[in-house]
C-alpha cells in the first residue's frame, strides 16, 4: 500500500470519529437525555478547554520524548474508551466530565496526524505543499461518512453514536502505530511550551490591527459550533409537524451539505484573497453567518427545506473564509521568528476562547427561549444572526487594512 493511500485512511478515520458524534450529540443530549440548552453548550465547550493547552502539551510530548504516531496512537486508544464509556451515561455530571478528558485527548490528535503526515511524506521525497491537500479532503470525507452512516442507521437520537465513534477511535488507535516513525527530536532546546500554545505571539497585540483582528477571531469563533450543537435537535422538534420530511427523517444527510459546502470552498480562496482581500474576505465570512443563522430562523423541513440547504450552502463560506483566510493572514503579517506561536494563538482565540464562550452563551439562549420544554427556534436563530450582523457592522469600522494585489503572492510564499 503506497503512502497517500495509508495517509488517507488515517485522515479518513481521523475525522470519521468526530464526524459520528460531533454533529448529532447536541440532538441527543436534548431530545432523549433531556439536558437543558446551558448544559449541552458546557459540553461542547469542553473542546474549546481542551483546545487552550492540550495541543501544545501533546505537541511538546511528541518534539521532546516520544515518537508522534505513538503519541497520536494513544491519544485515540484512550479517547475511544472514553466515548465507549459515554455510551452509558445518561447524567449530565458525568457525561461532562467524561467529554472533557475525551476532548482533551482529541483535540491534539488534529495537529498530531498532520505531524504525521508531513514526516511520512517528507519521508517518501514528496512536497507536502502539493501532496498534502489531496490527502486531507479525505478528513472531510470521513467527517460526512460517518454522519450518514449514524443516520441510515437511526442512531441520531441515542448513544449508538458513541459506540461507532468508539470503535472508530479504537481502529484508528491501533492503525497509528504502524505508520512511519516520526521520533522526537534529539535537540532538546525545540519549542517551549509558552511557543507552543501562542503565548509568545501576544506581541502582536501591540499593533493595533492585530489586536483587532484577534479581538474578532475571538467573537466569531463563538459562532463556529452553534449549528453542530442544535442543529439536530432544531430538525428534531419538527417531528409533530413535519414527521416524514426529509430533514426529521435524515438530519445528519441534510445537515452534512455544509461539510461537502466547505470542501468547494476552500477552492474559491485565493481568487476571493486576490481579488478583494483579508478584510473583505472577513467580511464576507461574518455576513455568511447572519445568512446561515437567519435562513435557519426562517426555514423548516417541510416547505421552507430550500432556505435550510441554502444555509447549509453558505456554511461554506462563513467557516473556510473565517479559518482558513483568517490562517492565511497570521501567517502573512507574522514575523517569521513566531509564526508558529502565531497560529498557536490564532487557535487559541477561535477554537479555545471563541469556542468555550460560544458554548456556554449559546446554551443560555437556547434555554431563554425555551417555555414549559417547547423552544422558540425562530427567536433563537434570529438572536445568533443579530450577533453575527453586529460583528459585521462594527468589524469594517475598526479593522483598518489595506489590500494590495501582491497579497495572493505573499500568501503563497
Avoid at 61 to 88: P, W
Avoid at 302 to 312: H, P
Avoid at 324 to 334: A, Q
Amino acid at each position: 500500500m503506497s503512502i497517500k493511500v495509508r495517509l488517507i485512511v488515517m485522515n479518513f478515520l481521523q475525522f470519521f470519529v468526530w464526524g459520528a458524534w460531533l454533529i448529532s450529540l447536541g440532538g441527543y443530549m436534548i431530545v432523549t437525555l433531556k439536558f437543558t440548552g446551558v448544559e449541552v453548550g458546557s459540553i461542547f465547550s469542553t473542546m474549546g478547554i481542551a483546545s487552550l493547552f492540550m495541543p501544545a502539551i501533546m505537541g511538546i510530548i511528541s518534539d521532546r520524548f516520544y515518537n508522534a504516531e505513538k503519541v497520536l496512537g494513544l491519544c485515540h486508544i484512550f479517547g475511544a474508551l472514553l466515548l465507549l464509556v459515554a455510551a452509558h451515561v445518561t447524567d449530565y455530571p458525568t457525561l461532562y466530565i467524561i467529554m472533557l478528558f475525551n476532548s482533551m485527548l482529541y483535540m491534539p490528535t488534529i495537529a498530531l496526524a498532520n505531524t504525521v503526515s508531513y514526516n511520512a511524506l517528507e519521508k517518501n521525497g514528496l512536497n507536502i505543499i502539493k501532496s498534502f491537500p489531496p490527502i486531507r479532503v479525505w478528513g472531510t470525507i470521513g467527517f460526512i461518512a460517518a454522519m450518514w452512516t449514524v443516520d441510515f442507521l437511526g442512531w441520531t437520537k441515542n448513544a449508538n453514536q458513541l459506540y461507532v465513534a468508539g470503535l472508530a477511535g479504537l481502529l484508528l488507535g491501533l492503525y497509528s502505530f504502524t505508520m512511519p516513525k516520526r521520533p522526537p527530536s534529539k535537540v532538546r532546546n525545540v519549542r517551549s511550551f509558552a511557543n507552543s500554545v501562542g503565548l509568545d505571539a501576544f506581541v502582536l497585540f501591540r499593533n493595533k490591527k492585530m489586536a483587532v483582528f484577534f479581538t474578532f477571531s475571538m467573537f466569531l469563533g463563538a459562532a463556529l459550533q452553534i449549528t453542530n450543537l442544535f442543529g439536530g435537535s432544531f430538525l428534531d422538534d419538527f417531528k409533530n409537524v413535519y414527521p416524514d420530511s426529509f430533514g426529521v427523517q435524515h438530519p445528519n444527510l441534510l445537515l452534512s451539505i455544509s461539510q461537502i459546502s466547505e470542501t468547494l470552498f476552500i477552492l474559491t480562496i485565493p481568487f476571493f484573497l486576490q481579488k478583494f482581500g483579508i478584510k473583505k474576505v472577513m467580511l464576507f465570512s461574518i455576513l455568511a453567518w447572519v445568512l446561515r443563522f437567519g435562513l435557519f430562523g426562517l426555514g423548516n423541513p417541510g416547505d421552507g427545506l430550500y432556505l435550510l440547504v441554502l444555509s447549509m450552502i453558505i456554511y461554506g463560506m462563513a467557516f473556510d473564509f473565517f479559518n482558513i483566510s483568517g490562517s492565511l493572514f497570521v501567517e502573512r503579517e507574522s514575523d517569521p521568528t513566531i509564526r508558529a506561536s502565531a497560529q498557536g494563538l490564532f487557535m487559541i482565540m477561535t477554537n479555545g476562547l471563541g469556542a468555550f464562550f460560544g458554548g456556554i452563551l449559546s446554551g443560555w439562549v437556547v434555554d431563554h427561549f425555551t417555555v414549559n420544554g417547547v423552544r422558540n427556534w425562530e427567536y433563537i436563530w434570529f438572536s445568533f444572526a443579530g450577533y453575527a450582523l453586529l460583528l459585521a457592522i462594527i468589524f469594517p469600522f475598526i479593522f483598518k487594512y489595506k489590500h494590495i494585489k501582491e497579497e495572493l503572492v505573499d500568501l503563497q510564499h
